[in-house]
């Protein structure tokens, strides 16, 4: 009976033992067909991975073409932009497109043996932000350093080469105030002194005038009073810029005749020299293509006056105005001295596709024009993108300049510059924020060849200008450069009426010289002539200076794998 039953045990280890080899043969067999799937797959998401690789390396080849200067529209795109990977992989730059002034999307992909595998796009923008100031911090033959006045309100972002100093005398903490510094404050040095107590420097590296009034939450003095972003209001720039590159002075100025005014680099040197006097406009053909040159006559530099005014304005949308019909400014220049000189006026009118304008332009225009006529001369009509922009030299001294204007237009000024009215834009109802989509911008750039004798560019605003709300609005971009900073100077002179304030809408780019007191006297008025500075969010004036340099600033990236 027992070897019965170990006979059956044995049969039922031998039924197992079959059973559980038959499991691990269909185990097995089952392994081995979802084998070559399991590659597959590991394939797929290996070239997936490679796609994303490589979409991407061509989104950053277009950033590497922004930063050196390329133009968008010099790209290399479609087939021509394609780069060879190795391995059957290459990828390619598929569209750069302009969306808004200075933003872009870019749309890219990689292929595996001419098989789309990954698409990519992308938001870039040029990473310069819409800063309300831009000014060179440093010690100025011993004097103190420069500082932004706490009792400005400024909103914008605001950049400083070297240290940020903050004037901070007389600023009283918990007041329930709003904070007047609304943006970031970058640095491109901050101060390397550890924060104390007794000294002047700020938890970021920013320096205080009073260092006894400087902000310490701890104290009760915090930081949110003076920043409407705390501490992180206050930021190292994040790009290694020097000086030439922030406000490039020479090299601003090579570029604004060479490449804007079509004056050959090697003619720099001698400004306009190459133009004839009086007024001289590039273009080809019926197209402009630079800048219109008003040069001096005689022996000394003429005089200039500068008026913008609407002759047919925009139609309303929204209750909101809109770029005028038909704009006009008037230039008029006197040379010579006293009862000999000669006056000559020019005006520059510029025309919107569709609008009419009397006997020069019986019909309407089917592009934007210019018309240029000077004294009772024939005069010049030009086609041309009004939004687009474009420049105004003028060789001489500006002693005055005021009005609305239309378009986008850089004015540059060889001498002297007075401003003597608001600058107002034609499609921002004045005391408002201008709308983002708005084109219209000017920008003045003064003391591009001035000597030691020279004042600058300054406010000169009398009571018979005087706005009935005591506030001059300044919708404009100023800067002032030089190749020689000793020589570059703004509001060195600047007068307003007493009980008055100017409200900057736009930006200012400080060239601080190195000469004695002027650093102290350009910051002594923006503290005590201004009322606010806001940066302006819109279209910035044609070929304005700024940074001057492409520094790409991805704002969105997303890419996804194509199917088979």
């Known amino acids: 009976m027992l070897k019965t039953l170990r006979k059956k045990q044995k049969g039922s280890v031998l039924l197992l ?42 989104l950053e080849k277009v950033m590497n073409e922004f930063t050196d200067q390329k133009p968008y529209t010099a790209i290399a795109t479609g087939t021509a932009s394609s780069v060879d990977m190795g391995n059957g992989w290459s990828y390619r730059v598929d569209t750069v497109t302009l969306i808004d002034p200075d933003v872009y999307r870019v749309a890219t992909s990689a292929s595996l043996n001419n098989v789309v595998k990954r698409r990519s796009e992308a938001i870039i923008d040029n990473g310069a932000g819409h800063h309300a100031i831009k000014f060179l911090s440093t010690t100025i033959n011993g004097n103190a350093k420069n500082s932004l006045p706490a009792g400005v309100t400024i909103d914008g972002d605001v950049l400083v080469m070297g240290t940020a100093t903050i004037n901070n005398a007389g600023f009283t903490y918990n007041t329930g105030n709003p904070a007047p510094f609304r943006g970031t404050i970058f640095q491109t040095e901050p101060s390397t002194t550890a924060y104390t107590s007794g000294n002047s420097v700020g938890r970021k590296g920013e320096e205080y005038t009073v260092a006894g009034n400087k902000p310490d939450d701890a104290n009760g003095r915090p930081y949110s009073d003076i920043y409407a972003n705390g501490q992180d209001a206050i930021q190292p720039y994040p790009f290694g810029v020097q000086q030439e590159q ?74 909101k105005p809109t770029a005028a019909k038909v704009a006009t400014t008037t230039v008029t220049q006197k040379s010579g001295n006293g009862n000999n000189g000669t006056t000559t006026t020019t005006k520059i009118t510029t025309v919107r596709k569709g609008s009419t304008l009397g006997v020069l332009v019986p019909v309407p225009q089917p592009t934007d024009t210019i018309i240029i006529q000077q004294g009772l001369s024939a005069p010049q009509i030009l086609t041309t993108d009004i939004d687009a922009g474009h420049v105004m030299y003028i060789e001489g001294d500006v002693k005055e300049m005021s009005g609305t204007y239309s378009g986008n237009r850089t004015i540059g000024i060889s001498n002297d510059t007075q401003i003597t009215g608001e600058l107002l834009k034609d499609d921002t109802i004045r005391g408002e924020k201008s709308s983002p989509a708005s084109k219209t911008a000017l920008g003045i750039i003064g003391t591009v060849s001035t000597g030691p004798n020279n004042v600058g560019t300054d406010f000169i605003l009398a009571n018979n200008t005087r706005p009935a709300d005591d506030t001059y609005y300044m919708y404009a971009y100023l800067t002032g450069l030089d190749d020689n900073d000793t020589n570059s100077k703004m509001f060195k002179d600047s007068t307003i009426p007493n009980g008055t304030s100017i409200a900057m809408m736009g930006s200012i780019a400080l060239q601080i010289t190195t000469a004695n007191g002027q650093t102290n006297k350009t910051l002594a008025f923006l503290n005590e002539g201004f009322s606010t500075i806001v940066a302006d969010e819109s279209t910035e004036p044609f070929a304005f200076n700024g940074l001057n340099i492409f520094i790409p600033r991805l704002r969105s990236y997303v890419d996804v794998p194509v199917g088979e």
Do not use: C, H, W
């Open 17 to 58: 033992t079959f059973f559980l080899l038959i499991i691990l043969a269909l185990l097995g067999s089952g392994f081995v067909s979802l084998l070559p799937m399991e590659m597959r797959s590991a394939q797929k998401d290996r070239a997936v991975m490679q796609g994303g690789y490589g979409a991407k390396s061509a």
């Open 246 to 319: 922030l406000y490039l002075s020479s090299q601003t100025e090579t570029r604004l005749l060479s490449k804007v005014f079509n004056v050959p680099s090697g003619q720099v040197s001698g400004k306009v020299s190459a133009a004839p006097a009086g007024v001289s406009v590039a273009s080809t053909g019926a197209a402009m293509t630079g800048g219109i040159y008003f040069k001096s006559s005689g022996n000394q530099a003429n005089e200039f006056t500068v008026k913008f005014n609407v002759d047919v304005p925009g139609p309303l949308v929204n209750g």
